[in-house]
Each structure stands twice: as structure tokens, then as C-alpha cells.
DNA sequence: TCCATATTTCCAATATGCTCGAATTATTCG
DNA sequence: CGAATAATTCGAGCATATTGGAAATATGGA
């Protein structure tokens, strides 16, 4: 990942409404969750969501399919895992320290994977 | 850690400069850089520099000492391993395809984790 | 077609953030 | 003390971001 690209990931998450609507999406999973039930669970005014979302959507961080008069909003897993994976590697690079801590986190991450109840 | 002390450490390092000082503290492990080095590295002013390590380290990323005339900036390990923890816990509980993807590099780390040349 | 729902777009006001020059503080050394 | 170096603070100008109201677009159903 480009460093500009992470930089345009990273200050799309550095705002709590679009932190708050990304964590939203990515434990709601590939379903994704329309943008009317992502304004009214975070009691936000539609047209706020709706430029939150763009911000988001063209950081690359979410993506959007209609279904029907709905709007769609999921997260970007890829994405997201690349832009992990570039904080991680720039430090894990010069200081082991920082990522070694996230093991315990990891290797939940790796027990649950493949899809189960955990 | 809170959602507000993640925005902020995600806010301050969306935005190429401070992304820029962050990597090179980072890399330079628990020594650090003085500011004017820093500031000859980047080819940055040294008012613009001195504004953007203020962000940083009220974010709680970096942290400083005094070292004769100098200013040494340093990474806050704990800090940044706190930050991604938040981002991993956060996306693993939902969705382990995200952080599963980063175990090579997280082996990769505790592999280096004692100190050894790597 | 007409209406209700879902979402976005437009617009203006406000606020915040960024950059740079100039001045200021802190430290070391002669 | 005075000069030189290192870094910060101040202040203005400019750019960008955020917010909310109102209007516009798109879809589905009566």
C-alpha cells in the first residue's frame, strides 16, 4: 500500500462519526447495513451520514451495492487488512515490540476464521 | 482504550507529514531523533515540524526529552500497540478475515521480538 | 400516475487545520 | 555577559472540513 492511500484511510477513521459507522460496518459483516438503520443507530441527520459515507467510500475503506430503495454500506476487508498490514510492517520493521503485544488478538482472529461460533 | 484517544491518534496520523515523522521515529527506535534532524530528513520547516510533533504528541504517539540544546522525539511504543490493538479488536470480534491475514507479519515480529539481527 | 420512502446533492455558515515568516525562549560555549 | 545554535510560539492568511436545512433524485407500491 502507498503511503498516501494509508494516509487517506487513517484521517477518514480520525473522526468519530466515520469511526464510529466504520466499526458499525465491520461487525455487521458482508451483509452490510442500509445507510436509513446506520443513521437512526447512531442518531445522525441522513444528509451528515450520507457525506460521512463518502469519505469513507472513497478512501476505500467501504463500498455500497441497492437493494431495492436501500443503499447498502459494508466494509472493505481487504482494505482494511492492507492498511494493518502497512502500520505493522512499518513498525514491526524497526520495533518488534509494538506489534508482538497484538499476538493474543491474532490468534483469535486465526481461531475464529474459519467461520466458526467462538 | 477510548474511542476518542483512537480518533485522535488516527486523526494525527492521517496526514503525510506527521505519517512521514511517525515512520521515521518508528524506525529509530527508543534513541530518537532530535527535531532538527528530523526537520533536515524530511526537508520540512523546523516551525512547521515543531507544529505537527505537538500533534503528535498530544495524541500520545511520540513523546520527548531534552538533550543539551537539542530535543530528542521518540515513538510511544505502548501507545501505538494500544491504537491497533483498538482497530484489531475492534474488526476481529466481527471479522477475523480482516486480522487473520496479518499473521506472517505478526510472526515475523515475535520472531525478532528478543532483539536478534533479523 | 401519484405518493411515500430512502438517500443524495446543493448551498451557505461556521469552524478547524495548515503553512510560513517573524519573534521568542532555552541552552551551550567563548 | 554576549553570540551562536536549537526549537518553540505567535499571528495572519489561506484552504479545507463539518454541519444542517432545503431541494432533488431514485425506487417501489397503490
Redesign the interface.
Known amino acids: 500500500m502507498e503511503?498516501?492511500a494509508?494516509?487517506?484511510?487513517?484521517?477518514?477513521?480520525?473522526?468519530?462519526g466515520r469511526?464510529?459507522i466504520f466499526?458499525l460496518l465491520?461487525?455487521?459483516?458482508p451483509d452490510g447495513i442500509a445507510a436509513g438503520e446506520i443513521a437512526r443507530t447512531l442518531d445522525v441527520l441522513p444528509n451528515s451520514l450520507s457525506a460521512n459515507l463518502n469519505v469513507l467510500s472513497h478512501a476505500g475503506l467501504i463500498a455500497s451495492r441497492r437493494e431495492g430503495r436501500s443503499i447498502i454500506y459494508f466494509?472493505d476487508?481487504a482494505a482494511?487488512?492492507a492498511m494493518?498490514?502497512f502500520?505493522?510492517?512499518?513498525?514491526?520493521?524497526?520495533?518488534?515490540?509494538?506489534?508482538?503485544?497484538?499476538?493474543a488478538?491474532?490468534d483469535?482472529?486465526?481461531a475464529?476464521?474459519p467461520g466458526a461460533v467462538c
Chains 1, 2 share one sequence.
Open positions: 503511503s498516501k494509508a494516509v487517506n484511510m487513517l484521517s477518514a477513521l480520525g473522526h468519530e469511526l464510529a466499526r465491520v461487525k455487521a459483516g466494509a476487508y482494511m487488512s494493518l498490514g502500520l505493522m510492517e512499518d513498525c514491526c520493521n524497526g520495533a518488534p515490540e509494538i506489534c508482538a503485544p497484538l499476538g488478538i491474532l483469535r482472529a486465526k475464529c476464521a
